[in-house]
């Protein structure tokens, strides 16, 4: 199930004073089960990418392959696409609009074509493994936190079963707790579900505790691409096209250049604590 992206490019406003290339010959694999963080400067093609992936842009050149088919084939089908790679837009909870809570979820399923008896199910299921309770079923999607809004919007995607999740900044606007909440519930799906995400995100903490692969996009070309270790090495090169690492990264970095024989490749902020007090006691 791995989708295969092929020499794509991409072009806004093709024929017009405002024509820009977008995206620039991007060649990129995701496998099946991945957990891969894009990330990338404003306007550094992130979302462009992203929207090829279910099809909702449509290449200048290049292809997309998803299960080893062309997704821009003429007769492919992508409503069946949109079943199976689900999109979540930045600020998902401004798409709500059904009277309830369970209609809202309810929607995608029967838009697919789910019987009745499917689209109940699962949209249970999906509020139940957001953290929905049955008590907010009957309830507006307008009388929500915006926490809870997030939680219902992605529920609308969960429901339909895709096999793999795009999440376009899906903790923008939220509290650290909300944004905590939102981080921890797209891992789960990840770890007990199986489910293939792609999450795009300018927190550089955020894709390196649970990314296991990052792509950094530059000017609509990929940039860089490898574990979060791998990427992160490149914080000086990282920092020419203003981004940055996480600050374990710098703290590790000052301390290696300071003497001590800590390993600058730690990441998880946990980690870098035991690592630090590790040589503490060996100075003491």
Known sequence: MAIIIKNLNYIYG???VFEKQSLKDINLTIEDGEFIGIIGHTG???????QHLNGLNVPASGT???????????GYSKKKLRSKVGLVFQYPEYQLF?????????FGPKNIG???E??????????KMVGISENMYDVSPLELSGGEKRRVAIAGVVAMKPEVLVLDEPTAGLDPKGKNEILSLIDKLHKNNGVTIVL???SMEDVAKYATRIVVMN????????TPCEVFRQYKELEKIGLSAPQTVYLLNELKSMGYDVDTDIINPDEAVKEILIHMAQQA
Request: aromatic share 6%; charged share 30%; glycine share 10%.
């Open 114 to 116: 789910m019987t009745d």
């Open 200 to 202: 795009v995100s300018h």
């Open 44 to 50: 550094s093609g992130k979302s462009t990418l992203i």
């Open 98 to 106: 059904e009277t309830t809570v369970l209609n809202d979820v309810k």
């Open 219 to 226: 000017d609509g070309e990929i940039f860089a691409c490898g």
């Open 14 to 16: 093709a024929g017009t």
């Open 64 to 74: 997309i392959l998803y299960n080893g088919e062309d997704i821009y084939r003429k």
């Open 118 to 127: 499917e689209t109940d199910r699962n949209a249970k299921e999906a509020l």
